[in-house]
C-alpha cells in the first residue's frame, strides 16, 4: 500500500477532517517524503531510520524546526493509523518539540503606515482596485482578529453592513461560530468593496497566493518587513496584544481554549509586557546615581 492510499483511507475514516487545508498539509508531506525516498513513499517506509533521516535531510535543506517539527507529527499520525489497523510496528521515535518563536505583532506606528499603504496601493487584484480590498481586508482582520481562512470563507449574507456584524461560520478546527462588529471605517471599506463587485464571498475570488503578492507590495510601501511571520496572521497578534493592553480579553477573541496558548503563540512582550528590569534598576551612567553609591553600605 502506498502512503497516498493510506492518507485516503485516514481521512476517509476520521471525522474530525472536514477542511480541505489540512488534506492538502498532509497530501504535501507525503509528497515531500517520496521525494527525499526518491521514488512513491509506501507504507513500509515508515520506520524509525526513515523518518530520522526525513528530517535530517529537511535540516540540511535549511527547514524551520517548527516546519520540521509539523511534517514530522503528520508522519507520525498516519503511521499510528497504519499501526493500528497492523499494516507495520507502531513507531518509537520522538519528535523533539521546537522551540517557539516570540510572537510579533506590529507596533502601533506601522499599524497606521499598513493602512496607509493599503488606502494608497496601485494596481487591481481580481479585478478590484487595491485600494478598495486591501483596506477592507486589513480592516476586518484588525477589528475581529480571525484568521485568513475564515474571513476567505466569508459570504456576502454573513456581513451585515447596516448593523455592523459579521458573522464567522467556518473556523479553524471547526471552531464555534462568532460574531464579531467592524468599525466604522471597516465598515465603509467593506461597503466599497461590495459595491464593486457582486462575488458570493468577497475575499476568496483570488488564490491566497496572489492576494500575498500584492501584499507584500503594500508591505514595501509602508516600510514593513516582507517576511512570512508579517503576513495577514501578524495583524492577527496584533489585535491579540493591542486588545490585552487595553484590558480586553483576547482569548476570548481569537476562541482559544486557554490564555497559555495566547500568551504563547500571540501576545508580543513590546506591547504588553510587565516592566522590564531596565526600568527598575539603578543607571550607572548617572552621577547622582554614582554620587549616592559613594555612601550606600
Same mark, same amino acid.
Given at each position: ?6 492518507? &485516503? =483511507?485516514?481521512?476517509?475514516? +476520521? /471525522?474530525?477532517?472536514? $477542511? ?9 508531506? *507525503? ?6 525516498? &526518491?521514488?512513491?513513499? !509506501?507504507?513500509?517506509?515508515? /520506520?524509525?531510520? +526513515? ?10 535543506? &535549511? ?5 520540521? =517539527?509539523?511534517?514530522? *507529527?503528520?508522519?507520525?499520525? !498516519? ?30 506606528? =506601522? ?29 476586518? @482582520?484588525?477589528?475581529?482578529? =480571525? ?9 456576502? $449574507?454573513?456581513?451585515? *453592513? ?8 467556518h473556523r479553524k478546527g471547526n471552531g464555534r461560530e462568532m460574531m464579531k462588529r467592524m468599525?466604522?471605517? /471597516? ?22 497566493? /496572489? ?6 507590495? @503594500? ?7 516582507? %517576511?512570512?511571520? #508579517? ?11 493591542? !486588545?490585552?493592553?487595553?484590558?480586553? #480579553?483576547?482569548?476570548?477573541? !481569537? ?5 497559555? @496558548?495566547?500568551?504563547? $503563540?500571540?501576545? %508580543? ?8 528590569? #531596565?526600568?527598575?534598576?539603578? +543607571?550607572?551612567? +548617572? ?11
Amino acid at each position: 500500500m502506498t502512503l497516498n492510499e493510506l492518507l &485516503g =483511507e485516514y481521512v476517509a475514516t +476520521n /471525522t474530525a477532517i472536514t $477542511s480541505a487545508y489540512t488534506i492538502k498539509l498532509l497530501g504535501g508531506t *507525503c509528497k515531500l517524503f517520496s521525494a527525499y525516498l &526518491g521514488r512513491e513513499a !509506501l507504507v513500509d517506509d515508515l /520506520t524509525d531510520a +526513515n523518518l530520522k533521516g526525513y528530517i535530517v535531510h529537511r535540516q540540511s535543506q &535549511g527547514k524551520a524546526p517548527a516546519t520540521i =517539527e509539523r511534517e514530522g *507529527c503528520k508522519l507520525l499520525t !498516519l503511521w499510528r493509523f497504519a499501526a493500528m489497523h497492523a499494516l507495520v510496528k507502531p513507531p518509537t521515535i520522538r519528535m523533539a518539540r521546537s522551540s517557539p518563536h516570540i510572537p510579533v505583532a506590529f507596533l502601533r506606528h =506601522e499599524i497606521r503606515r499598513l493602512f496607509k499603504a493599503a488606502r494608497r496601493a496601485k494596481g487591481e487584484v481580481g479585478g478590484v482596485p487595491n485600494s478598495i480590498f486591501f483596506p477592507a481586508l486589513l480592516g476586518l @482582520i484588525w477589528d475581529s482578529g =480571525e484568521r485568513v481562512g475564515a474571513v476567505r470563507a466569508l459570504s456576502r $449574507s454573513d456581513i451585515d *453592513c447596516k448593523t455592523r456584524w459579521v458573522t464567522f461560520k467556518h473556523r479553524k478546527g471547526n471552531g464555534r461560530e462568532m460574531m464579531k462588529r467592524m468599525s466604522r471605517p /471597516t465598515r465603509r471599506a467593506m461597503r466599497k468593496l461590495l459595491e464593486v463587485h457582486q462575488h458570493e464571498t468577497p475575499f476568496a475570488h483570488i488564490h491566497l497566493t /496572489t492576494c500575498y503578492f500584492h501584499l507584500k507590495s @503594500i508591505l514595501r510601501d509602508a516600510d514593513l518587513p516582507t %517576511d512570512r511571520r #508579517s503576513m495577514l496572521h501578524r495583524l492577527r497578534r496584533s489585535h491579540a496584544s493591542y !486588545l490585552k493592553l487595553a484590558g480586553g #480579553s483576547a482569548q476570548d477573541s !481569537l476562541g482559544h481554549s486557554s490564555e497559555a @496558548i495566547t500568551v504563547r $503563540s500571540y501576545y %508580543d512582550p513590546r506591547v504588553t509586557g510587565s516592566r522590564q528590569p #531596565s526600568t527598575l534598576l539603578f +543607571n550607572p551612567f +548617572n552621577w547622582w546615581d554614582r554620587f549616592l553609591g559613594w555612601f550606600s553600605f
